[in-house]
């Protein structure tokens, strides 16, 4: 296998199979893993997208690259060493723009004319994927719940993605996206190992903008764990070719209500609410399937997980807009949690902001009722 392998977490079968979105000895997670050292030698310069790390993608042939100008979004300093990744500015508003473009080019070749992709999604995800395969010329059908945001709905169907309403919510659009059909390639971007090996590039770009000293700490927002286990790879990737001496500490952001990283990670029972109510909704993963992987590799470089309130979200999201950043609540649950977290001293502070303001609804400033 040319620089890469795609291997079971589970039972370590190995493929170089890049349609593969789970083990076929044992139904486990894959991850990628890429065997080469990170060179900034090797970063194309006058490439100003994600793409500029081409060289560390062994399995996506050049030729294949479907790209939007994704990537290298802006950081800002915010006050002091706080620093905004605003990975909002990525073509489709949100960060899964990463995971569509590398997940996207990997597959283009394997997919014939009668062939159609699927993929389930609460809605960035989905609009992510039917901007990426549209821009590909390939058909793409996206699984969505019925509780879905009207303007992530609206941006799915407006890319000319074939949308499916699942009632029953997020578990059961995945189920009904990866039931066989014929001519029907199943990509997930939770399950998809080549979505998350997407989210790596984070962890370049931070090294770049900062030129080359990592930062001291990384509040991620999660829910499915895609970014947050994307960027853990990034910055491991770095340590081990020695570019860096030691990984940043990498916060896991997440509500009350959907905290299941949070209290796995703290050795605490986790019951969620009979209803969400949050005001997150790009974040209601309250049994994500990567939850294991997430916990070991968040434990192995020594993160940490908090967990913040409905109305300190709200708070967090009219403070930044109050700044002129326009984000989803579910991405200002990252700098509520940072204002909730002592504040690393020395050296950057980085909040990753993952979701423009307008593909979610204007919240209002009263307080938030409690759910129960």
Known sequence: ?????????????????????????????????VDMPFSLDKVVKNDYSLWR????????????????????????????NLYLKLDYMNPTGSFKDRGSTVLISAIRRHVRKNMFISEDSSGNAGASIAAYAAWAGIRAKIYVPETVSGQKF???????????RVSGGRTKAAEEAMKPEPNKIYIGHIYHPIFRDGMRTVAYELYEQLGGNPPSAIFVPVSSGTLLLGIIDGFRHLMESNIIDEIPLIIACQTEQVSPLYHRLKGLEYSPPRKLSTIADALVSTNPPLLDLM?????????????????????????????GIL?????????AAFKKYDERPNGANIVILTGFGLKTKIHQRKKIPKAT
Not at 55 to 75: C, K, M, Q, W
């Open 1 to 33: 296998m040319a620089g890469y392998e795609i291997r079971c977490v589970g039972c370590g079968w190995r493929t170089d199979n890049v349609i593969l979105f789970r083990c076929e000895r044992c139904g486990g997670i894959l991850e990628v893993s």
């Open 53 to 80: 790390y081409r060289a560390f993608y062994p399995y996506v042939d050049e030729r294949d690259i479907v790209s939007l100008g994704e990537g290298l979004t802006p950081l800002v300093r915010f006050r002091g």
């Open 154 to 164: 609206e941006q799915i169907k407006i890319y000319g993605a074939e949308v499916m």
């Open 295 to 323: 916990t070991k590799k968040l434990k192995d470089v020594g993160g940490d997980a908090v967990i913040v309130s409905e109305n300190e979200i709200l708070d967090a999201y009219w403070e930044l807009a109050s700044r």
């Open 327 to 335: 984000v989803e609540p579910s991405s200002a649950v990252a700098y």
